[in-house]
């Protein structure tokens, strides 16, 4: 799998790829946290292609203080492979780069596939409560 930036030509696969895995709801407009995401640290949105198609993708961040992935996804079809293993490390890279000294992410506590996985790549609960505010209502409330 070949690891590289985000390009706005890819919003459509990317789009397919997150709704096959699951992630989108629809309080959340994934074309719009795309357009979001471009605006703010744009290269810390890859895909991941196999022959030229968009096969996995993983969106990261870093504020200064933490750094945090969202929207890591495989395509079910290729899956078992080692593609979100080698995403999450190409993303700790980066952050690394950056200097991030921690990295956190979210994962619906009923998702036991995602929490096994991190568990392997040594993520583990953190001590608090996630919390959330909607400033932008993008659908129907949550």
Same mark, same amino acid.
């Given at each position: 799998? =070949?690891?590289?930036?985000? %390009?706005? =030509?890819? $919003?459509? /696969?990317?789009?397919? =790829?997150?709704?096959? /895995? ?20 744009? &290269?810390?949105?890859?895909?991941? &292609?196999? &022959?030229?198609?968009?096969?996995? %993708? ?28 080698? =995403? ?7 952050? $690394? ?15 036991? &596939? ?9 993520? %583990?609960?953190?001590? /608090?409560? %996630? ?12």
């Amino acid at each position: 799998m =070949l690891i590289r930036p985000f %390009s706005p =030509l890819d $919003t459509d /696969a990317v789009v397919e =790829l997150w709704r096959a /895995a699951g992630l989108t709801r629809p309080w959340n407009d994934p074309h719009r946290d795309i357009a979001r995401k471009l605006t703010v640290q744009p &290269e810390l949105l890859l895909v991941g &292609e196999v &022959e030229g198609r968009v096969i996995a %993708s993983a969106m990261a961040g870093y504020d200064g203080h933490r750094g945090w992935v969202n929207y890591l996804a495989v395509d079910p079809a290729h899956r078992g492979r080692g593609h979100a293993r080698a =995403l999450m490390a190409e993303i700790e890279r980066l952050l $690394t780069e950056l200097g991030c000294p921690k990295l956190n992410l979210q994962v619906r506590a009923d998702n036991e &596939e995602a929490l096994g996985f991190y568990a392997a790549l040594g993520y %583990s609960p953190d001590a /608090a409560v %996630s919390l959330g505010k909607r400033l932008i209502v993008d659908g129907p409330p949550a």
